[in-house]
């Protein structure tokens, strides 16, 4: 089974800048594409980026030039670097691990999540 433990959330103001980091155990992390999803109050939940196992990114339109998605295979871990943060990027953040085929399909295991809350 794969732990996931995401971190890095708080109060921000819009405009500013946050990283979220997401430590993977429990599997070869580096075999793996990495995905960052959001869900909001009252909303599904959404794919903001992932990154496959060749560091191929991809962003969701609402986000692509402002946030950045990295991987170190050697920690296990994945990033998301959220910058001009925007009040509707206000949810709970979630890493998952996936499988790519053309696309990013998650799969079953989740971390608790990080709250990032955009106000002023």
């Known amino acids: 089974q794969v732990q996931l433990v995401e971190s890095g959330g708080g109060l921000v103001q819009p405009g500013g800048s946050l990283r979220l980091s997401c430590a993977v155990s429990?599997?070869?992390?580096?075999?793996?594409?990495m995905g960052w999803y959001r869900q909001a109050p009252g909303k599904q939940r959404e794919l903001v980026a992932f990154?496959?196992?060749?560091?191929?990114?991809t962003y969701a339109g609402s986000v692509k030039g402002r946030f950045t998605i990295s991987r170190d295979n050697t920690e296990k871990t994945v990033y998301l670097q959220m910058d001009s943060l925007k009040p509707e990027d206000t949810a709970v953040y979630y890493c998952?691990?996936?499988?790519?085929?053309?696309?990013?399909?998650?799969?079953?295991?989740w971390g608790q999540g990080t709250q990032v809350t955009v106000s002023s």
């Open positions: 990154i496959t196992s060749r560091y191929v990114t």
């Open positions: 998952n691990q996936g499988a790519y085929s053309g696309s990013y399909y998650p799969q079953d295991d």
């Open positions: 429990g599997s070869s992390f580096s075999m793996y594409p």
